[in-house]
Structure formats: structure tokens, C-alpha cells
């Protein structure tokens, strides 16, 4: 590869033109003249002049939920509730048995800003069971067919969820736990279904220069499907596994050892803290500023988040915990605290770290824990985060200047499909703060933006420093895995019209073609 703008993303964040490649690693790095000159290649490739960068990590998405989703009724971008009926009846036309799931509703981007019943639903698909989940996950609409499988009645309490009941009735809408007892009864899908999911999923993300994601909260029954199919070739994409918080995850793990291959790594335990602040499930230290009374909560008692964390630590595993709420992060950042001690290299995460109180920032710092954060929740969010927070506390949300001046670093990611998978999205979001509307005008909380040079590292080796793996990936530098991307406009000068414009030319894994645009 030669003739090339080469991003190299190193310590200096120093910029080549021409790179060689051996058994898919980087052999060297330097100007066209030299590597032409001193290396012998097969085949050589004229980058003419495009600018290159390290192929991009998404330190936190749903890859294989992301597949699955994909197999579903999309119901993301609907404009109120009509449409989303609407979107169903033509999905259920061509899949005409079993389960209609969708997920992606959004009640905020209607014009009636509220929940919706499921009247309608009954009357359409008396007979089929139908689970419709919010944008979050942390909230979603069944049907009454459903609803009966999953034995919910008027009335019924659990912990950490909700059963919505209006009238004495129920209207069809729960919240966090109480989703469970519904998809429980969704049958799991067939190994046919689990493959074309990732080969889908990786299809898509190679499109826009993924090369490695952090899939946050598989099973082991999930990752020994990935494993094998790695290994045998048919799946390409770099996976960083965390495991979900349950008993079978923790035993097979921790009976198992660390597993690491150049393709997986699987060290770490996902856990929930608490919801999330769309749905008002964000656990907060004072009311939600829109709804009296409400704090919102957390998902597990303390006693639970405690114990998990006394046994990673004892173990040796990397915990990461998805905390919302300034409550949620503080309950979190405490524990971590009192197992982590103080300065450390352990790399315990908090996922998302979304609302955090202005006395708790500097806990991150203190005791080396991550912030993990999206920016592009950031320009979601705002539109109505203001509404949930207040204005004082929305100071102290998608805070990640502020977060990233902590450690020092940060990583970046999406969440997808909670949001859209496109890196550029997240680029222009950490920059400019506005979302593709230019909303807006001057940007949101502009204090917190990050430099262009830093959204970069955020999403390469930033992101794989938070995996662990910093010294294989994350920059072109002599040695690493030679991931790269080819891309038709240069982030780090483009002007801000042109950057959610930008395209893959082509994707590279260990110096292998995985895309091309045609
Ligand atoms: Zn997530």
C-alpha cells in the first residue's frame, strides 16, 4: 500500500504515506519511496492519495442482537403509531408464522409524546404473539396473546420492572424486568438463524470500516458459536465478548480460564446497574424533573452488584456495568472503588456513564475505572434529556470531555442497534455535538465536545485499550494486526458538511480485503 495519507494513530499521532504487510500483520511503515524500494509485494495497491486510518472499534454495540434485529420488523425512525401498524402488517404478509418481533419504537418522535396501548394490536393478531421493544430495550409493547404466554396479569408486582395497568386493565406496555417474562417464551433461534444473523451483522459493520466490536452481554453458548466460526474462517469480524450476569456465564468462564484468540477475546462480565433515562428507568439521586416522586431504580439490590464484583475481582476478570442514572453510577463507582482499592490497571468499565454527579467525576480518575461512552446518545438524548434532568443535572450528562480527562483516554462506541452503526455518526457527534439535522446550531453543551484527534483514538486505540488489546490493535504501527480502512475523505481535515458524507473505499483484516464499495 502505497501513495497513501496513513493515519497511524501512534503515540505522536505522526502520519505515513506507504505501509507493508506480512502474514497480516504490519511489517513496516514510512514514506512511498522506502517500503517500495525495501519491500517486495505481491501485490501492490495505490492508495492514490485516499487518506487511511486504523480500522475502527466499537467499544460498546449488540453485534448479534444487531444480527438478529436485522430478521425483524424494523420499527426504528416510525412517526407515530399508525406506522408502526402499518410496518407490521406488511412484515407479517411475507413471515406468515411464529413470533412478530420488532424493535426500534420511539414515542419521543411522535406527535403524541406517550405510550402507546395495545388495543389495536388484539384486534390485528388475536392469535399470534407480538413484541414490539422501545429504541433503549428498557421498554416495549406486547400484545394480549403474548401477554398470556408470559402469564402477566393486572396487577402482578417483580422487582426492577414494571406491568403498565390503566383502568384495571393492562395496556400492554412493560418496563425493563417485566419484558422478560415475555421474550423468555420467544423461542431461541436455530443455529441457521444464529449464522446468517452474524454474517449479516458483519456485512453491515465491514461496510463502514468496523473491524473489531465489543459485543456487550452474550451468552456462552452464543460465544462458543462465534468461536467456531471463527476459527473455521466463515466469520472474520474481531469480537471482544463480555458475558452476560448470569451463574452459567460466570461458571463456564471461570472453569474455562481467560479465552483469547486473534479474532476473540472473552474476559469480561457484563452487568446492569439500572434502565435507562427515555423510559424513566435511570436511577437518579433526586426525582426526575418531569415526574414527581420518581427516581427510578436499580435493576438488582446493592448486595448483588456487590457480590458479583467481590468475585470478578477475586478471579481476575474485567467487569463492566451499564450505569445510567447518577445514582446508578455512584452505587457502581463505589463498589468498583472498594474492590479496585486505588491506582490500578484493571480496566473495570462503567458502560455508558451517562448522568454523573459533579463530586463523583473524579472517582474515575482515582480509581482507573473507564467511562465507555456514545456520543450519538448525546445528540438522541437531547431533545428531551433536559425534560428528564433538569437543567442544573443535564451539566453533568454525556459529560465526556469531562469524563475523558480522567484517565486520559476514553473509548467510544454506538450501542447499536440502540443507535445506527455508522462511525462517521459517532465522529460528527463527539466534534460537533449536533446530530445530522445540524441540531443544534451551535451544538450541544459544546464544553464536553472532544477534539478530532481524540474521537479518533477514541474509536481505535482508545477502544482497544479498554479491550486489552492496545498492543495488537488499535494503530498502524510495526507488528499489529494490518486493519485498516481506505476511506474517500479525510476525518481529521474534511470540512464539517462533507464528514457524515464519507464513504468506505475499502475494509481490511489482517491485511486482507473483508469490503469494497462497488
Ligand atoms: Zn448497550
Redesign the pocket.
Known sequence: MYNAKIYTVDSAFSIAEALAVKNGKIQALGTSKDITKNYFARQKINAQGKSIYPGFIDA???FYSYGLSLQRVDLTGTTGWEDILNRLQTFAKTNTDGWLTGRGWDQNDWPVKEFPSKEKLDELFPDRPLLLTRIDGHAAIANQKAMDMGGIVPGQKLTGGTVEVKNGKLTGILIDNAIDLVSAKIPEPSLQQIKAALNEAQKACFAVGLTTVDD??LNAKEVMIIDSLQSKGELKMRIYAMLSDAQANYDFLFNKGKIKTDYLNVRSFKVYADGALGSRGACLLMPYADKQGLYGFLLSPQQHFDSVANIISSKGFQMCT?AIGDSGNRTVLNIYAKYLKGKNDLRWRI??AQVVNEKDFSLFGQYNIIPSVQPTHATSDMYWAGDRLGKEREKGAYAFKKLLQQNGWIPLGT?FP?EDISPFKTFYAAVFRQDAKDFPNKGYQMDNALTREETIRGMTIWAAKSNFEEKEKGSLEKGKFADFIILDNDLMIAEKKEILKTNVIATFINGEKVFEKK
Open positions: 460498546h454495540a449488540h456487550c452481554g451499564h458502560e455508558h450501542d440502540v
